[in-house]
């Protein structure tokens, strides 16, 4: 009985041991993990409003330079003052070259250190404004980290950038001024002073210009071109003579590789005006009237890019037979809504929204087709010879842009010249005339009339 005791006494104590070794090995292993440091960031944080404010240009940015959760955490120790550039600092008075480089992914480090250098860790409003001029660290970490700042009687500064808009955005964790220009430290620019001094001396073999035969429009030497790679001349020395030269089109001037496929996409696009409807009589014009369709296809074969303004068939039924039966007329008017770049509706839209007028280089040389925005589209044209865009990417392949319109263009100086029906007026005679008459009349003698 002792025995069986002791031996169960013994079982329990191991047990025991057992069951608190494998409890702290495990809290070992696995400890209770603290409460996350992750700083929680509410609606009403200065990040928000800053992704949400009109300032789209620098959001975007703070967003691709992945700044969020550095900015986080600094929001969560202090308040921090943003001084925003304006988007036209950053979308127009910026180099694009410059721009371009703090966008490459190599040069991530740089974007970051842009962004943190409009930053600093301490709130400042209008009324606390320095006087005198104070220096205030950043949150960029490198050399020369500081914002001069200073209040003039005029104006209120941050180093040489001038304040537009005082407390823009308050918040209770920060505060955002608007300011005129971007604040670039001296290590991005010197990043970027480099990188570009490198890329000029790099070793390049020079090369002469293309040289073409002005007779046959050809390349005098064969010029090898990468599969894809855009063409060596421009369009305008791929063009065919014209219809008063020569009955056909010219071949374009490159050799006998063709990395596209031009007949078979302008043959494609050809059947979706038919399709589409519409656009019947501009169809007959390029394939039948003219051999415009063919020569679109070897431009295209040749690496080059076309949108075609393509007029409706009740903007071609107003076509008067003495403006398609001069010689090379119908070629002229075709001519005219090509434009030798690859252009959507959407990308159109946006630069007459941005930049109001664009003038844009047509294969009838030298004149340029006007677009602008109007009533929500896109007008091509000036006056009543205008035409709006009514059917927008009719046809896209990323090589050919057809957009349908409801006019035919025609350059300003033809509208200008066109001829105006005259009205036969009735010869007008002399006063003398008519009292000889009368008299004669008055003898019975012979009328004048």
Not at 420 to 449: D, I, N, Q, W, Y
Request: charged share 20%; hydrophobic share 40%; aromatic share 8%.
């Amino acid at each position: 009985m002792d025995f069986q005791i002791y031996g169960f006494t013994n079982l329990f104590l191991f047990t025991i041991t057992l069951f608190f070794t494998i409890t702290s090995a495990a809290f070992q292993e696995n400890p209770k993990s603290p409460i996350s440091t992750v700083p929680q960031i509410n609606s009403n944080s200065i990040l928000v409003a800053l992704l949400d404010s009109h300032y789209t240009e620098l959001s975007e940015l703070v967003e691709k330079a992945l700044l969020l959760q550095t900015l986080e955490e600094a929001v969560s120790k202090h308040n921090i003052t943003i001084f925003a550039p304006k988007n036209e600092a950053l979308e127009r008075d910026l180099d694009p070259e410059f721009k371009r480089f703090l966008l490459e992914p190599g040069n991530l480090k740089s974007l970051q250190n842009l962004l943190l250098f409009h930053m600093i860790p301490t709130r400042i409003v209008s009324k606390n404004w320095p006087v005198r001029g104070r220096v205030h660290s950043t949150l960029y970490a490198g050399e020369e980290n500081v914002l001069q700042i200073s209040d003039k009687k005029t104006e209120k500064s941050v180093s040489s950038a001038k304040i537009i808009k005082q407390d823009d955005i308050v918040k209770p964790d920060g505060i955002i001024h608007g300011i005129e220009r971007v604040l670039i430290p001296k290590s991005v620019q010197q990043d970027f002073n480099n990188r570009r001094s490198l890329r000029s001396i790099s070793a390049v073999l020079p090369e002469g210009a293309p040289e073409v035969d002005p007779r046959t429009h050809r390349l005098k030497k064969p010029v090898s071109v990468p599969a894809g790679a855009p063409p060596v001349l421009p369009v305008y020395d791929a063009l065919a003579p014209g219809p008063s030269l020569a009955p056909a089109p010219a071949p374009g001037p490159g050799g006998p590789h063709h990395h596209f496929d031009g007949e078979s996409q302008v043959k494609d696009f050809i059947q979706t005006l038919l399709h589409y409807g519409g656009y019947n009589e501009l169809a007959d014009i390029l394939v039948n009237l003219t051999s415009l369709a063919t020569e679109m296809g070897k431009l295209v074969s040749e690496g080059y890019v076309l949108t075609v303004l393509a007029p409706n068939d009740e903007a071609m039924a107003k076509l008067t037979t003495d403006q398609l039966s001069e010689p090379g007329a119908p070629e002229q008017i075709m001519y005219y809504h090509l434009i030798p770049e690859y252009q959507t509706e959407e990308s159109m839209y946006n630069s007459v929204r941005r930049f109001g007028k664009i003038n844009y280089d047509t294969l009838r040389l030298p004149h340029k087709v006007v677009a602008e925005e109007a009533d929500g589209s896109v007008k091509f044209g000036q006056g009543e010879g205008s035409a709006y865009l009514v059917d927008p990417d009719i046809y896209t392949d990323g090589r050919i842009s057809v957009q349908g319109v409801d006019g035919v263009l025609f350059p300003l100086e033809e509208i200008k010249a066109a001829p105006v029906a005259k009205v036969v007026a009735k010869p007008r005679r002399g006063k003398l005339m008519e009292v000889v008459c009368g008299t004669m009349g008055s003898f019975a003698f012979a009328s004048c009339h």
